[in-house]
């Protein structure tokens, strides 16, 4: 049970669906316009390597730490305030970035944005929940909210390379601040408020374990992708992580109104749908970030031309996403959800088997195959939410979006770290600066620089070695893709209804 009040007619749901779709849209850009102004930043900040790894950072370690603290207190101060106070730190945040001129400033902003898309991105998910009590409704809803969440990821480098070509690297976090107000507006007027009828007590020692377990585990994954396995800082954050995580859980199992329902996780679909998201963006994760930096160090393209090569993925995930809600009610929710994730595994075969040198086409196609793929995210997300009591979407929500963030950062973490691996193993350099040459291709392409004509030797060499690199890490995603489809398929249930109500 939930409280929603008023009544919302079906022409106010699809109008509130709007809002939340371009509230999530506005988000996922902005998580990746950091990666096409990150050069253009640097080159006029000049930020010391540490603070270079803070402004990466600062927004997913403040994310993480605050997802299941803001869920909970969204079902108690209400999702529609949380939503909309969130898309006025996010719009904010993003206009600060105007006084932003040295790089601590910078961190600063980007700490402020991850509080806002804590608020913002599980608010979402709980108010479709909410919102569309129709479980069929519901599916095709969360498909809109997934395509969208695609469109962003796609659009950010797009409208990001643009706004370089024409102004300073301020531009790009300002893109959303306008349609950040339009949002406010619309969703004063057309989303209802809902919270829980009866909110658990509230822990303050789940907070705090919580916020310094998923901080302390994020930090632990990134340092081990960047520092290598023995690097002592992330064995510590991994030990408090594992403490403090632990400790938080059997605090969760033991209490009958915890600050996180664990125990959503005995419903087999639920924990279906979360192996999903968490699969799909460890893959993806790594596999896109290499492409990205494939297309712009090995092919040359700008940061625009790269944004719209990209395209492919999301135009795709735009036509799947919403299909996927009514194919599954054909074939089966199972069916639509491994086999989502096999149509992924196949696209990254295509660059895993494709013959060298390799060109644009076989990644078009890994683009396109992830983009269908993709369409199941929106089924996911239906099984997630349609597996827990309305009275609990701020747990359901806050599991769905940490298993995104923590399969973003162990992909580029666990798949970045094979690849970095696979790229040294393969470039046979031994001139001067090899230790810059061989640490990343960015790396060995300045050095090539300095060395004239001779360079050109090794600038092949470097770029032959990443192209190996990305598609010996495309075939470790195809095996993770194939791994997580059968998990799903074993989790399951052969009938399983999306449009049956949750019981």
């Known amino acids: 049970m939930t409280i929603t009040t008023p009544p919302v007619s079906a022409k106010r749901r699809w109008a509130g669906l709007a809002v939340l779709s371009a509230s999530v849209l506005l988000v996922v850009m902005d998580m990746t316009v950091l990666n096409v102004a990150l050069p253009a930043l640097s080159a006029d900040l000049r930020p010391s390597s540490v603070e270079l790894l803070w402004i990466v950072d600062a927004y997913g370690l403040v994310l993480a730490g605050l997802l299941v603290t803001v869920s909970a207190l969204g079902d108690r101060w209400g999702r529609k305030r949380m939503l909309l106070t969130g898309l006025a730190v996010f719009g904010l945040a993003s206009l600060a970035v105007l006084l932003a001129d040295r790089p601590a ?47 962003g990821a796609a659009l950010g480098p797009i409208l990001a390379g643009f706004l370089l070509e024409h102004f300073s690297w301020h531009s790009a976090f300002l893109l959303n601040v306008p349609v950040m107000v339009v949002a406010i507006g619309a969703g004063l007027f057309l989303l209802p408020e809902s919270r829980s009828p009866s909110p658990s007590r509230w822990d303050a020692l789940a907070t705090v374990l919580v916020m310094t377990g998923m901080v302390a585990l994020v930090y632990a994954v990134k340092s081990f992708g960047k520092y290598g396995l023995t690097a002592p800082s992330a064995l510590v954050a991994t030990a408090v992580a594992a403490v403090a995580l632990g400790w938080f859980a059997a605090r969760c199992l033991g209490r009958p109104d915890p600050l996180l329902e664990l125990r959503l996780f005995r419903s087999g679909p639920f924990s279906a749908g979360v192996t999903t998201a968490l699969t799909t963006s460890i893959a993806m994760g790594a596999v896109l970030l290499l492409l990205a930096q494939w297309m712009q160090l090995v092919q040359g393209y700008s940061p625009l031309e790269t944004g719209v090569r990209l395209l492919p993925a999301a135009l795709a995930a735009l036509v799947a996403s919403p299909l996927a809600p009514s194919l599954a009610g054909r074939i089966g929710a199972r069916t639509v959800l491994a086999g989502g994730l096999a149509v992924t595994a196949a696209g990254f075969m295509l660059v895993f088997l494709a013959p060298a040198p390799l060109g644009y086409w076989p990644v078009a196609g890994l683009l396109v195959l992830v983009g269908v793929g993709n369409g199941a995210l929106g089924v996911a997300s239906a099984m997630i939410m349609s597996g827990s009591p309305a009275a609990k979407s701020g747990s359901a929500a806050a ?10 950062a162990l992909g580029v973490a666990v798949l970045g770290s094979v690849a970095a691996a696979v790229y040294r193993g393969a470039l046979d350099y031994a001139g001067p600066a090899a230790g810059v040459a061989r640490e990343s291709l ?15 030797a090794l600038a092949g060499r470097a770029t032959a070695a990443f192209t190996g690199s990305l598609a010996l890490t495309s075939g470790a995603g195809a095996a993770l893709m194939l791994a997580g489809a059968l998990v799903v398929w074993l989790l399951t249930p052969r009938d399983l209804d999306l449009s049956a109500p949750h019981r």
């Open 399 to 408: 599991i769905e979006e940490t298993s995104y963030d923590l399969g973003g």
């Open 105 to 151: 400033e910078v961190i600063a902003v980007r700490a402020l944005l991850g509080v806002g898309g804590a608020m913002i991105m599980p608010s979402t998910l709980s108010m479709i929940r909410n919102l569309f009590t129709d479980p069929g409704e519901r599916a095709t809803a969360l498909g809109v909210w997934s395509a969208m969440a695609a469109v």
């Open 442 to 456: 960015g790396g060995a392409l300045g050095v090539a620089g300095e060395l004239g004509a001779a360079g050109a």
